[in-house]
């Protein structure tokens, strides 16, 4: 069992930055491959970016490549999203999720765990 919380969401001005992080608690994070997605109002989840369970692993949604960087700290227990260069249409609310094996998928299915979001709201 793996537990997950997000945090870093607020409201921000587009152009700028923010950092979102999510703790894990439970057994073995390092055994999970972490992924972001995010759901905009009115819209289906999307993902957003995936890490491999050692971090050397990322796949990026082409909407996010260039702006948006992911990490994990296995010592912490904790995956981070870096997010630059924010945009009005990066609104939504952010999640993170794990999957038990080695690499991220872009599927929502793959994931077995996920967090309750953390929102994030850039003004133009």
């Known amino acids: 069992q793996v537990q997950l919380v997000e945090s870093g969401g607020r409201l921000v001005q587009a152009g700028g930055s923010l950092r979102l992080s999510c703790a894990a608690s439970?057994?073995?994070?390092?055994?999970?491959?972490m992924g972001w997605f995010r759901q905009a109002p009115g819209k289906e989840r999307e993902f957003v970016v995936a890490?491999?369970?050692?971090?050397?692993?990322?796949n990026y949604a082409d909407s996010v490549k260039g702006r948006f960087t992911i990490s994990r700290d296995n010592a912490k227990n904790t995956v981070y999203l870096q997010m630059n260069s924010l945009k009005p249409e990066d609104t939504a609310v952010y999640y993170c999720?794990?999957?038990?094996?080695?690499?991220?998928?872009?599927?929502?299915?793959?994931?077995?765990?996920w967090g309750q979001g953390t929102r994030v709201t850039v003004s133009s």
């Open positions: 439970g057994r073995a994070f390092s055994s999970y491959a």
């Open positions: 999720a794990a999957a038990l094996g080695a690499y991220g998928s872009s599927r929502p299915q793959q994931y077995t765990y």
């Open positions: 890490i491999s369970w050692s971090g050397g692993s990322n």
